[in-house]
């Protein structure tokens, strides 16, 4: 198999579920005993955080090139970056490493288009909400993403920056975001709805939210295994 890169730190909650979830599909798919090999940089959130809240695009895409260097220079074949929001700078840090960088947004996407959704919700950072690369990325294969108003993006992003990164998943918290994608489901005539945030999934089951979930952790992680394969 490839040896798999991930970029983790952000936040170190959906890292560890990373790596529980390749070992968990290992387990599945390959041999007893047999396992990818695996390289992780665990980014100090602090250091991603702060500079993308202020809009400091070019020092943090700095930071992401320059770790992903890393795991380049470690000999990874491929790299994933383990969380949704740092994908907003995708497009331009693919042409800047030598090695492939898998993309959580496109492997999302596809999956949608494959199960046959048109309408699609997206939950995650005000960052992911409120940017373009979803929606492009869905509108190239013919879907549309729905994401919820203003006052409930504020609540979806504060709960996921003040507490899901921070490893505090609170009934109350799970009860809001059911809510909020019921009020989506019910005003925008979603399918189903994106955990556009890898912690998300941590709170937040497809039997909770009630309607179908594209979790992009699971998806992102079942697309590195598969390209470790080939």
Known sequence: MKKIGILGGMSPESSLEYY????????????????????IYNLNFEDFCRPVSRGKDERVRNLLREKLTDLEKAGVDFALMASNTPHMYYDELKKEISIPLLSIVEATA?????EGYERVGLLGTDFTMTGDFYEKDF???????????????E??????MNELVNGKMLDSTRRELVKIIKKMQEAEGIEAIILGCTELPLILSEEEAGIPVLDTTKIHVEAGFDLASD
């Open 20 to 39: 529980s979830s390749f070992i968990s599909l290992s387990q599945e798919r390959l041999p007893e005993g047999r396992y990818p090999e695996l390289v």
């Open 110 to 114: 596809e999956k949608a288009k494959k």
């Open 139 to 153: 509108a190239d294969r013919d879907m549309e993403i729905v994401v919820p108003d203003e006052g409930d993006r």
């Open 155 to 160: 609540v979806v992003h504060d709960k996921i």
